[in-house]
């Protein structure tokens, strides 16, 4: 079974410019979930999606972060523009059955922005 | 609010010698607690999770962790290191929304020859 998978591994943009970064969860996942790690800090949630719906997006940042999961299976996080700040690893998790409490959550390997 | 505290960013041990990373949580209901793994270029692996069953929680990799609610704390222990084992290891919860989860962090483990 093929994990989560994430693209690109590495962006480097300018501040100002508009990246997408994209996750494949695993196959039959209904839950997806957006994560990020700033340098120095814990990772934090951003924002959860059953289905194509959003679940929770209390995480987001702000409003130049959007995200969207059409048809239900991949998702994009779409940043614009990009400032200092959003520099950090982006992970994408996702977990099938009732995304309760007791369910795993699988990750990908993260996408590490730098924003200059 | 949930929230997990991870004691110490780095911890060096021996191969060989017992590893002991240590996880504090603040829970105002009973807890879902969890220990991840990061090894260099992927992505977190679940190692253990503590769901109100057993206190005490196997692993893989030989890792284990106690839940004890005296201490509110769940450290994560593994009787030998293993040079394998130098990762980067995080404490989670999840909050009462229980979808979302809350992590430490995170403890580098440093495993020398």
């Known amino acids: 079974e093929a994990g989560v998978t994430q693209f690109p591994s590495h962006s480097v943009i300018e501040k100002g410019q508009t990246v997408t970064l994209r996750c494949d969860p695993i196959?039959?996942?209904?839950?997806l979930y957006w994560y990020r790690r700033v340098m120095g800090k814990e990772i934090k949630f951003l924002l959860h999606?059953?289905?194509?719906?959003?679940?929770?997006e209390s995480g987001m940042p702000n409003n130049r972060f959007l995200a969207e999961r059409t048809g239900g299976t991949y998702s994009t996080l779409k940043v614009q523009p990009a400032e200092l700040e959003d520099s950090g690893v982006y992970f994408c998790a996702s977990s099938h059955a009732s995304g309760g409490r007791a369910d795993t959550q699988y990750f990908g390997p993260g996408t590490r922005l730098t924003v200059l | 609010a949930q929230s997990v505290t991870q004691l110490g960013s780095h911890v060096s041990v021996s191969e060989g010698a017992l590893v002991l990373l240590r996880c504090n949580y603040s829970s105002s209901v009973p807890p879902y607690l969890f220990w991840y793994v990061q090894y260099p270029n992927q992505g977190l692996q679940l190692l253990l999770k503590?769901?109100?069953?057993?206190?005490l929680v196997k692993g893989i990799n030989g890792f284990e962790a106690e839940f004890k609610k005296s201490e509110t704390s769940f450290h994560l222990t593994k009787p030998s290191a293993h040079m394998s084992d130098a990762a980067e290891y995080f404490c989670?919860?999840?909050?009462?929304?229980?979808?979302?989860?809350?992590f430490g962090k995170g403890t580098m483990l440093l495993v020398s020859p």
């Open positions: 989670a919860t999840k909050g009462s929304g229980y979808s979302t989860l809350t």
């Open positions: 196959s039959g996942h209904d839950n």
């Open positions: 503590y769901t109100s069953a057993a206190t």
């Open positions: 999606f059953v289905k194509e719906s959003k679940q929770d």
